[in-house]
């Protein structure tokens, strides 16, 4: 709802003056002798130079150097093993008290699903509630004017042609060179690689004399470093780290009853129809075998391959040499808890109390505040016309009957005790007459009621 101040660009000028007043200034009611609060914005003015900027800040005057003292250098003490036996006993080891374990039982109450055959209401509130109100269609307000085309020509100038000022445009200048006169005559093609050009004549290349191959005289050395150090000598068999098979179960006969067979209701299965194959019908024609592979093929006489079969290797029977550098070198160490290490304090803590005196405290100075002016307007009169507190909900609602708990008065509303789950929640179950057919029905519906 923005008004500019600008005179806009009409078609038809109307000969108004530009206003130059908001709409909040046109419609807001003045209260009495109060004004309306006046602009924070800073008039626009240009600052005076107020000379050269000190650089010298509250921390810089009032900042006190401290002496840098290095700390102590604390030699490392020597370590030193205890003496005695380390005591592997924990607090858990010495009261911890073995139990029997048994099987678990399951905590999970009884699934029951709660059925009824009474046939579910599918009105919802909204429908029993609602009444359709018979509307009138609005008739429109717009004013059907037919366009008529203006007879005379359109001669009023726009922004741009008034606002635009044609201006002289300066060339800039060319950087094409100068029209250069070809030489006369014809091209002279020599280059200086041309006329410089001394050909060398290239000699043969090197080529080395190819060895004739020597056989050695000597025999092939084929002891390894693993056939010449390796005794195959026997060794102890590995002790299996596999756990003993031991029995985790309960002794307690078995019910008989399981979980499916409490909550499994049959159902009717129809049978499948079965699909039956269409019957192969063999080929009449007969049927080419050949192929290119055997029109083509050529068959070769070709020898088998020996196989490549190691040579058996040679048993030992003297005993397993089991030292190794592990067993030798090792030794066990003896290890002691380690103390707790604290560091000494190297910064000593402050004597004395706390002044709490602060850089704001010490120079801050009070100044009484002013109450703000109120702009809260003066109240209206009320009108003497009672209130209509009437609405579409308090006419059109319809009272429901409320449900009546069953574990108040069981007997009279037709329900009887069923049991009661581990929480404490009471179940009743309607007495209804028992009806012929199958097995598969649903029985009466279990209702809880508040313990």
Same mark, same amino acid.
């Given at each position: 709802?923005h008004?500019?101040?600008?005179?806009?660009?009409? =078609?038809?000028?109307d000969g108004l003056q530009?206003s130059?007043?908001t709409e909040?200034?046109?419609n807001?009611?003045?209260?009495?002798?109060?004004?309306?609060?006046?602009?924070?914005?800073?008039?626009?003015?240009?600052?005076?130079?107020?000379?050269?900027?000190?650089?010298?800040?509250?921390?810089?005057?009032?900042?006190?150097?401290?002496? =840098?003292?290095?700390r102590?250098?604390?030699?490392?003490?020597?370590?030193?093993?205890?003496?005695?036996k380390?005591?592997?006993?924990?607090?858990?080891?010495?009261?911890?008290?073995?139990?029997? =374990?048994?099987?678990?039982?399951?905590?999970?109450?009884?699934?029951?699903?709660?059925?009824?055959?009474?046939?579910?209401?599918?009105v919802?509130?909204?429908?029993?509630?609602?009444?359709?109100?018979?509307?009138?269609?609005?008739?429109?307000?717009?004013?059907?004017?037919?366009?008529?085309?203006?007879?005379?020509?359109?001669?009023?100038?726009?922004?741009?042609?008034?606002?635009?000022?044609?201006?002289?445009?300066n060339?800039?200048?060319?950087?094409?060179?100068?029209?250069?006169?070809?030489?006369?005559?014809?091209?002279?093609?020599?280059?200086?690689?041309r006329t410089?050009?001394?050909?060398?004549?290239?000699?043969p290349?090197?080529?080395?004399p190819?060895?004739?191959?020597k056989?050695?005289?000597q025999?092939?050395?084929?002891?390894?470093?693993?056939?010449?150090?390796?005794?195959?000598?026997?060794?102890?068999?590995?002790?299996?780290?596999?756990?003993?098979?031991q029995?985790?179960?309960s002794?307690d006969?078995?019910?008989?009853?399981?979980?499916f067979?409490?909550?499994?209701?049959?159902y009717? !299965?129809?049978?499948?129809?079965?699909?039956?194959?269409?019957?192969y019908?063999?080929?009449?024609d007969k049927?080419d075998?050949?192929s290119?592979?055997?029109?083509?093929?050529?068959?070769?006489?070709?020898?088998?391959?020996?196989p490549?079969?190691p040579?058996?290797?040679?048993?030992?029977t003297?005993?397993?040499?089991?030292?190794t550098?592990?067993?030798?070198?090792?030794?066990?160490?003896?290890?002691?808890?380690?103390?707790?290490?604290?560091?000494?304090?190297?910064?000593?803590?402050?004597?004395?109390?706390?002044a709490?005196?602060?850089?704001?405290?010490?120079?801050?100075?009070?100044?009484?505040?002013k109450p703000?002016?109120?702009?809260?307007?003066?109240?209206a =009169?009320?009108?003497?016309?009672?209130?209509?507190?009437?609405?579409?909900?308090?006419?059109?609602?319809?009272p429901?009957?409320?449900?009546?708990?069953?574990? !108040?008065?069981?007997?009279?509303?037709?329900?009887?005790?069923?049991?009661?789950?581990?929480?404490?929640h009471?179940?009743?179950?309607? !007495?209804?007459?028992?009806r012929?057919?199958?097995?598969?029905?649903?029985?009466?519906?279990?209702?809880?009621?508040?313990?």
């Open positions: 709802r008004r500019c101040c600008h005179r806009p660009t009409k =078609i038809y000028e530009p130059r007043k909040y200034l046109e807001y009611p003045g209260y009495g002798n109060i004004c309306p609060p006046e602009s924070c914005k800073p008039k626009p003015a240009l600052q005076e130079d107020q000379g050269r900027m000190d650089g010298t800040t509250t921390f810089k005057s009032d900042y006190l150097p401290y002496e =840098i003292v290095t102590p250098f604390r030699p490392q003490a020597e370590y030193r093993p205890k003496s005695g380390i005591d592997l006993g924990t607090i858990y080891q010495r009261d911890y008290n073995p139990h029997k =374990i048994g099987p678990v039982t399951l905590a999970r109450p009884r699934e029951r699903k709660h059925t009824s055959e009474a046939k579910v209401d599918t919802p509130t909204y429908r029993d509630h609602y009444r359709l109100w018979k509307s009138q269609r609005t008739e429109s307000c717009k004013v059907e004017r037919d366009y008529e085309p203006p007879s005379e020509r359109f001669g009023n100038p726009s922004t741009f042609q008034d606002d635009y000022i044609p201006r002289q445009p060339p800039p200048p060319s950087c094409k060179p100068c029209d250069a006169k070809l030489p006369e005559g014809p091209f002279d093609g020599n280059t200086i690689h410089a050009y001394v050909v060398h004549e290239l000699e290349l090197f080529v080395r190819r060895e004739e191959y056989p050695s005289d025999p092939f050395e084929d002891l390894t470093t693993h056939q010449r150090d390796f005794k195959g000598i026997p060794g102890e068999q590995a002790k299996s780290c596999k756990p003993e098979n029995k985790i179960g002794d006969p078995f019910k008989g009853t399981t979980e067979q409490d909550r499994y209701q049959p009717l !299965v129809t049978v499948p129809e079965l699909h039956k194959p269409t019957e019908v063999p080929p009449t049927m075998l050949k290119s592979n055997r029109l083509d093929y050529i068959k070769h006489k070709v020898a088998p391959r020996a490549i079969k040579a058996p290797a040679r048993k030992t003297g005993p397993f040499q089991g030292k550098t592990t067993k030798e070198d090792y030794q066990p160490w003896r290890v002691c808890p380690q103390g707790l290490i604290k560091k000494e304090e190297e910064i000593q803590k402050p004597t004395g109390k706390f709490s005196l602060t850089t704001f405290r010490s120079h801050y100075i009070p100044h009484q505040a703000p002016q109120s702009f809260k307007p003066v109240q =009169i009320p009108t003497g016309v009672p209130f209509k507190d009437e609405t579409l909900y308090r006419t059109e609602y319809t429901k009957k409320p449900e009546v708990c069953p574990g !108040v008065n069981p007997g009279a509303l037709g329900y009887v005790y069923v049991n009661t789950d581990p929480q404490g009471k179940f009743y179950r309607q !007495v209804s007459p028992e012929s057919g199958s097995s598969c029905s649903p029985g009466p519906e279990e209702v809880p009621a508040v313990s």
